[in-house]
């Protein structure tokens, strides 16, 4: 089952506008991913935020991370007709013992951004 | 470097026969996780193989099952497949480092049970 839920479910802007997606997640975890999927192929990484940060850039992409809220969102300014994808964050839970579930990535349900030119 | 490569990329296959995949990963990458994605459950992990051993396996039944060969390479199987095995399936490649554990995914293979 999935971990989180991401909002909206989809989203669809003028190119040039700014694009924000939302993602919660339930259990505690070592760090928070976003990924981009075009039309059903592989996932592609797109950043990742650890959760003792609280914000991070890299280029068009800022995202935010609220460890207290368990919730993340993920901002593209300027969006691109060639954004347009399904955006998923994933998240690396941490074990009951407190070390970190390597090679265990849990989903949220995605967001399909749409970016008309 | 080449990336992760799964193949085939698209199988066929009657319900009740059983399905190996394939995937290579990333030069240098020693894990490898396997996901489903459904339109109805979406991303599942299935499970995690890193040094020939699965360390991390999600909640499938048995009837899925994995290994991981010496030069990392891994293979997934499905036994008695059913309709609902129908799925892309994604395999991802990492370092495993606690410091930047991220996932190199393959293009998936789409495996279609009728």
């Known amino acids: 089952s999935q971990q989180g839920e991401e909002d909206p479910q989809a989203l669809s802007i003028q190119e040039g506008e700014n694009a924000t997606m939302n993602c919660s997640y339930k259990t505690s975890i070592n760090n928070l991913q976003w990924y981009r999927q075009n039309s059903g192929r592989g996932l592609v990484h797109l950043i990742l935020?650890?959760?003792?940060?609280r914000e991070k850039h890299s280029g068009r992409l800022r995202v935010t991370l609220d460890t207290s809220k368990k919730s993340s969102s993920l901002l593209i300014t300027a969006s691109r007709a060639a954004d347009t994808a399904s955006y998923f964050c994933?998240?690396?839970?941490?074990?009951?013992?407190?070390?970190?579930?390597?090679?265990?990535?849990?989903f949220g349900q995605g967001t399909i951004l749409t970016v008309h030119p | 470097k080449a990336g992760v490569t799964q193949t085939p990329r698209y199988l066929i296959k009657t319900r009740g026969q059983q399905v190996t995949l394939s995937c290579s990963p990333i030069?240098?990458?020693?894990?490898v996780s396997w996901y489903q994605q459904t339109p109805g459950q979406g991303l599942q992990f299935l499970f995690e193989?890193?040094?020939?051993?699965?360390?991390n396996k999600g909640n499938f039944p048995g009837r899925f099952s994995g290994r991981q060969f010496s030069n990392s390479r891994s293979e997934m199987n499905v036994s008695t497949l059913e309709l609902g095995d129908s799925a892309l399936y994604l395999c991802a490649s990492s370092l495993r480092s606690l410091a930047k554990n991220i996932q190199y995914f393959g293009a998936g293979t789409r495996l279609s049970v009728l």
């Open positions: 935020i650890r959760s003792n940060e």
């Open positions: 193989y890193f040094s020939e051993t699965q360390r």
């Open positions: 994933a998240t690396e839970p941490l074990t009951n013992a407190g070390g970190t579930s390597y090679g265990k990535l849990t």
């Open positions: 030069s240098g990458h020693r894990s």
